[in-house]
């Protein structure tokens, strides 16, 4: 077996060991979590019969271990369960699976990750390297003060100022981004524009930041000396000598950025009303469902852990270290 | 200038927009006119012919994953629209406050047992049925019985046996006389649904449902075929659930949406100064309380809960908690929105002398715990320290106790772990559905545990003799009696009534008065309001 196939098929085996660990770690700091489902959702009306009742209903009177188990071997078969709400105090059994909960707000959340992504990482990278090229001039240290600028401020801050200037002062942009299922894909690039932007000027700084200084890094290896003194352009040395070797820091930033796409922008969702899958964990934690809240944590366990893979995939792919081993 | 010059001149600067409502209003107060009538005279200021047609977006402030259009299920506020905007029940309040038939053309009652509704004829359903006594039997069972799981089941255990009696004539049997019960069948949960399918979201209303996005959005285009006369303008309907109240704001100023609820007080003097932004406020029946129990030492003591109730200062809570919109209240449940509110008890105002007087009889000593958290409402911990501090210009010690906001109502409210704590109640259209929601003995949240003393006894005979009570007069004596008894020897403090405070564009029109029973004009904004 070639040694890159069996590295990747190493590296794919760390990953199913690793969500193995934060699925028991997910399961067990949800037990720790304070309150129960059953008195939140019966608010009021809580009694000790009325919740005993309810705990019984939902198993939540079973060992944790046990639980543990069912659900592991539910979600193996793709079964992420029943979520807790819907049977309410009112008792009408008007659950929905979490697959469905989950899955269109998934897809509003990658399309919106993918949007940003689109623009943002060849925005970075095109940066990055431009700044290392004329790295200390004033077009890098205003580069390098927008970003920073724009990184240091919190989010919904960066969302505020863009509301009050791309759609309040000049109505370029709908300050709403509710998209639904049926909404055409140019309605939905217009729509989600605004918390695009948002995350895309709030990322850019960590990965244009990271390409200059990997590159700028690798310039002061024999090997660029040696380019250099062959005759090699800046740019050339750049494109040709220092990037191949500067992929493995920057897919690994980029892997990071892209999962935080994912996992991390609930406030802009919920600044600019965007139905994704961070606003439905947060209701989900709120009202203690459990199972909504074991499936979206797996999801983002799993986005980290596949983004990780690819960037160490890229990192060897790149690498002739990695790639020719001794 | 004469008052009668100067009110004409402030209604036509109302009229084009130079003062909002509320300075209109406080206007008319000052020349000496009454709230009631300086609040309809407004609305004649601004009532114009209802226009029809337009797309009519509101951005809800409530709404979840959860819900559905099954009306057994509705708990919050975008249910309860989306609910009023599709479904059509027996009889609504209207928005000046009267309850009329709607699917119920006339009901009668000679005993206050058996009702006798009688249904307007020809009415279809979204699916081209007509509607028929079978389908309101079918509505009414659907929240009734043993299996039943729905929140309004509680509601209609007063109801013995129902039947229909020909195709347009449903009779019920109740348990015992009820003279309220045609308000109760306009309750948002008892929506009549057609028979065999509660839970699709077909009913008789002004709109039919196109796209019900659970926690997301619910899109409605008008009925053609809509009963109702004069109601429903708007030609396609959207709400949406927007539960952040900066980007609900955002989205009205910037044309977005055209209409809100539940404003934010804190940001509410920015909100105001935008052109284009109208903002409502309509003093309903929900109010903050801070019940004391009186199985839990000392709150027992007569004179200890007397020297409490005169240690409060009500208007500074209404204008620090509320920044002034709400109302000051008089120790019981009942609002000026009520039918029977008795305006005749004197305010309880602040007192130190009282207070110092009544807490020296009880001859207690040592400091009171009071909790509070803000899970009880916006604001309970700031209202719970203004509260200690007025008791201590009358040497009552009171020792404030943040609780978590998580488990709050399970472990501090209603809880003898606890004598007294900060609550809020939502308020009930009737004066009946309030007291037996939280002061008769016989109900589980009764939550001062009001029943042992004298004063609760006659409390609880009165409530019962008011129910089978068909002479307006007299019900509204014996009301006024009941909230005389709660307001004295009653467990609970109620020094506030929250407002609803809402806002719209503009270009949204209404008719010169709005229904305080819910927030957006009785949660029937959808089909009374129209494109300017």
Known sequence: MHPVIKTVLGRLAMGIATLFVVSIIIFSSIEYLPGDFAKNILGQAATEETTAAFRRELGLDQPAVLRYGQWVAAVVQGDLGTSFSGRNASGVDRSRQVVDLIAPRLRNTLFLASLAAVVAVPLSLLLGISTALYRNSVYDRSVNMTTLTTISFPEFFVAYILILFLASLYPVFPSLANVDAETPLGERFYRAALPALTLTLVIVAHMMRMTRAAIINLLASPYIQMARLSGASPTEVILKHALPNAWAPIATVIAFNLAYLVVGVVVVEVVFVYPGIGQLMVDAVASRDIPVVQGCALIFAMTYIILNLIADIIGILTNPRLLHPK | ??????????????????????????????????????????????????????????????????????????????????????????????????????????????????????????????????????????????????????????????????????????????????????????????????????????????????????????????????????????????????????????????????????????????????????????????????????????????????????????????????????????????????????SDLPQREFDADKAAFHYKKSGHSGKIPLSAADSAFAGAVDAAQLIANSASEAGIEIEVVREPNDGYWSNVWNNDAKGWCACYWGGRPTEDWMFSAAYTNDTEWNDTNWKGTDGSKKFNALVIEARAELDDTKRREIYYECQSLISDDGGSIVPLFNSYVSANSKSIAMDDQVAANWDSDGAKCVERWWFA
Not at chain 2, 73 to 83: A, C, P, R, V
């Open chain 2, 1 to 342: 200038m004469s008052k009668l010059e100067y009110r004409a001149i402030q209604g036509l600067k109302y009229k084009s927009g130079q003062i909002d409502r509320r300075t209109f209003v406080r206007s008319l107060l000052a020349t000496g006119v009454a709230l009631p009538s300086a609040l309809s005279l407004a609305g004649q200021a601004a009532a114009a012919t209802p226009k029809s047609g337009g797309l009519f977006r509101m951005g809800v402030g409530h709404g979840s994953t959860t819900d559905t259009l099954d009306s057994a299920t509705s708990e919050n506020h975008f249910t309860l629209i989306n609910g009023y905007t599709f479904g059509n029940h027996l009889t609504e309040v209207n928005n000046d406050g009267q309850l009329v038939g709607e699917l119920a053309e006339s009901y009668e009652s000679d005993d206050g047992q058996k009702w006798i509704f009688n249904l307007r004829q020809g009415v279809e359903f979204h699916n081209g049925k007509t509607m028929t006594s079978e389908d309101v039997v079918a509505s009414f069972n659907h929240h009734m019985g043993e299996d039943s799981t729905s929140a309004a089941k509680g509601l209609l255990t007063a109801v013995e046996s129902l039947k229909a009696d020909g195709k347009n004539r449903v009779i019920f049997d109740l348990k015992s006389p009820n003279a309220d019960f045609p308000f109760i069948v306009s309750d948002y949960h008892i929506s009549i649904r057609p028979a065999g399918d509660m839970a699709s979201g077909i009913g008789t209303g002004g709109y039919i449902v196109q796209n019900f996005e659970p926690g997301v959005k619910s899109v409605l285009k008008r009925n053609p075929n809509y009963w109702k006369e004069g109601r429903a303008h708007f030609d396609e309907v959207q709400l949406i659930s927007i539960v952040d109240p900066t980007a609900r704001q955002t989205a009205l100023m910037n044309g977005d949406i055209d209409a809100m609820d539940r404003v934010d007080l804190k940001t509410i003097n920015l909100f105001k100064r935008n052109p284009n932004v109208n903002i409502m406020e309509v003093t309903g029946t929900a109010h903050y309380t801070f019940p004391m129990r009186l199985n839990v030492d000392p709150f027992g003591d007569y004179d200890l809960r007397m020297a409490l109730k005169h240690s409060i200062k009500r208007q500074e809570l209404v204008d620090k908690v509320l920044l002034g919109y709400g109302a000051v209240g008089n120790d019981h449940p009942i609002s000026t929105a009520n039918r029977y509110h008795n």
